[in-house]
């Protein structure tokens, strides 16, 4: 079944000990499509600039992902710049210029309304609630959030949650959010907001998937190399949503809900082996379900 | 089967965001010989002052563990004293004592030289090599180390390490000793140099346990309040040590490693609930078999 993803678009300028890159393409929204579109179709409602190159259109094209709801604005596109330090764990933000992205008003085009499964990234919380909005009665609505929407917009950031099935957040979030720092305590906090599942990533260390009833965790991958974190986070998100929305399980079941967590591992261990979305753009799906079973070998005892 | 362990007993001021304590029983020894001791007999090889705490005798009599290798020698026992960050993630040490031990020259009785299983502590390489000469032909010699003697006595490390089985380290421990920081990496390096099991632990996130035909993670249980941290490392030694002991399994069997690995994880979370070695002195096999069938719960997809 279809899934729906709204976030940003964006180029990024990227610098790790591995290596720079000016501007590659990225934003959350393409890293959570691209993830997901190796399970189904994906719908992508964002904008760009009028700068915005062909090739990463084609790119987004190729990879089954519908771009009706890809706004082109006059102006440029979304720019970021980062660089991290040696070991990766932390990064600091050089350039922040949001362009066109500054008066982004999500608007879906009709035939998106029904989109079962939705996704809304990072964005203002009263922008995910005017998607939301716009939608039909989708079968899933999960979201992710930021440092910045938990300080400055709490009250907004509450009152749409509450709609939400499932909130994917970092640990730092989790803790701003809820006042918590142990995460099984963070947890019970943010479940009472109202989404029935979280899920705190937790970067190389994997995450934790939080319901009413119980919890899972699933390690991160061992990498030989991380090349480059950007979207990783994004990536893991796309991965879940995707193997949900793709086998079209009900999104509810717990077996379900840990397969597609295993999966968000996946496709965030694989983000990290290239700069930007190098690796997303060059995976298939044997990959991903390979990375999956070696998931299976090394958890099982 | 017996373990016998080989290390520090000390006394130990703590203090963290919940308290603080100025005189609590601690040291390597006393926490791997409690851990393991839930899962069958131990022998513990140390070195006290003539300040011990009969009650302090008594506890470690209680449980199972032989006392004819604690040597008692005229002078103060270890004293170590240190304070931790508010999210308990870092220590700074505010006194080291060695006080009898710096003299320690560890002495085996003659029936422990015949134990099938052997856990060198962190002590000085040199000393390490001495109790593995003392031993007739155990079936399993395990080990740990720590930055010190990795950057002063490297050669003597190297040199001992060649002997061991399984080599237990952390994070840091295992980037400082092989040069490479991605874990995979490391563990190569490591293993090249002897042990045929390595398992670097990882904290709050667990442990991966690396042997040439795979490796193995386990996460670390989600605890609601971390009161203390101190020992944790060393009872996941002995949690592993003592299920390895306990059940007389072949300790080169993958499936029983796996098993261990998760007793060890199982064991240093308890360790973290109370001051020192609190938990560990009240704690029963049934809380401990019930938090090893919670681990598979949460892992299993």
Redesign the interface.
């Known amino acids: 079944m279809s899934l729906l993803v709204v976030g940003s678009v964006a180029y990024d300028g990227i610098e790790t000990p591995h290596g720079k890159v000016d501007r590659a393409l990225g934003g959350s929204a393409t890293y959570i499509s691209l993830a997901a579109s190796f399970f189904g179709p994906v719908q992508l409602v964002a904008v760009v600039g009028d700068d915005f190159d062909p090739d990463d259109l084609r790119l987004l094209e190729s990879r089954n992902i519908d771009l009706e709801g890809l706004e082109r604005a006059p102006g440029k596109t979304f720019y970021w710049a980062g660089v991290y330090s040696s ?1 990766l764990n932390d990064r600091t933000t050089l350039t922040t210029d949001l362009n066109v992205f500054a008066d982004f008003k999500p608007k879906l085009p009709e035939r998106y309304q029904a989109a079962p499964y939705l996704f809304l990234g990072n964005i203002q919380p009263s922008l995910q609630a005017q998607v939301l909005q716009q939608m039909n009665t989708p079968r899933l609505v999960a979201g992710d959030t930021m440092n910045l929407w938990i300080r400055e917009t709490r009250g907004q950031l509450l009152d749409t949650l509450r709609d939400w099935d499932v909130l994917l957040v970092n640990d730092s979030e989790a803790r701003m959010l809820s006042g918590e ?5 963070a947890a019970e906090k943010i479940l009472a907001m109202g989404p029935a599942t979280l899920i705190i990533k ?1 970067g190389e ?2 995450a ?1 998937l939080f319901r009413r009833d ?6 991160g991958f ?5 090349f480059d974190p950007t979207g990783a986070g994004d990536s893991f998100a796309g991965g879940f949503m995707g193997y949900l929305a793709g086998c079209g399980a009900d999104p509810a079941d717990p ?1 379900a809900q ?2 597609a ?2 999966y968000g591992s996946v496709l965030g261990s694989f983000c990290c082996e290239q700069f930007g979305v190098g690796r997303l753009a060059t995976l298939t799906r044997d990959e991903i379900d390979a990375r999956y079973r070696e998931f ?6």
């Open positions: 070991d720092y142990q995460l099984r305590r937790r260390y994997g934790v119980g919890y899972f965790i699933t390690p061992l990498l030989e190399t991380v077996a840990r397969q967590a295993i299976r070998a090394f958890t099982q005892f």
